[in-house]
């Protein structure tokens, strides 16, 4: 009987030991979709998964001073391509995914281009712009409208996409700049009122994944890499607001 509980105790540790897990650093829009992605990818794969959620320039960074992450799911082509060239990456990053930019409120208003220069709105939330892709080009979009000195005043940054999404669906602001794929999450859909920002207004969000060489676990990484670009991959990422490389933005 002893002998039996030291050989089921040394089973069920070098088990444990065994065990694949994948570091995952994600852009906060990505957060749903991501998530499902991962729980699709583990019907046919015996992984498990550690997700790690920030805005891609603070996801950059650490993994600049080795933060050991085995894939970089960013919010633009930058940050991997930067990674690329510091001989961080296991190859040449690729393109997952086209985020689109949506103007988005939770206040019993209906939401529009012109409202952001009235008395009516006090606050507009947004993601900082120099750590969060999709606060980069939301500012770009108000430029290009010629009216960011009117509003900029009004701005309210959020560390990231989630944090701005906080401020949004909480009422602290009275409407912000977010991710299509935050508003067609199952969490978020149907709350509050929302429009699509027109594509000629901001440059497009090109979002990359890069394969780090980091990676432990580099074979299983590999899978998971090239699943997001198959047919299964591509039909979540278009259900959470994305467009894919192979159809038009």
Known sequence: MKHFLILLVLIMFFGCQSEKKIRIATSANMQFATEELIEEFKKDHDVEFDLVINSSGNLYAQIKNGAP????????????????????????????????????????????????????????????????PYGKQSVNCLKNLGIYEKVKDKLVYGESISQTNVFISSGSVDIGFTALSVV??????????????????????????????????????????????????????????????????
């Open 69 to 132: 992450f085995d894939l970089f799911i960013a919010a633009n082509q930058k940050y991997p391509e930067e990674l690329f060239k510091a001989d961080l990456t296991i190859e040449k990053p690729k393109t997952y995914a086209i985020g689109k930019l949506i103007l988005w409120t939770s206040q019993n208003i209906e939401p529009s281009i012109e409202l952001l220069t009235s008395d009516q709105i006090q606050k507009i939330g947004i993601a900082n712009p120099a750590t969060a």
């Open 184 to 249: 067609s999450s199952p969490d978020m859909k149907n709350k509050g009122r929302y429009i699509e920002i027109e594509p000629s207004l901001y440059t497009p969000i090109q979002q990359d994944v890069a394969l780090l060489n980091h990676s432990k676990e580099k074979e299983i990484c590999r899978e998971f890499y090239a699943f997001l670009s198959s047919e299964t991959a591509q039909k979540i990422l278009l259900k959470h607001g994305y467009s894919v490389p192979e159809s038009k933005p």
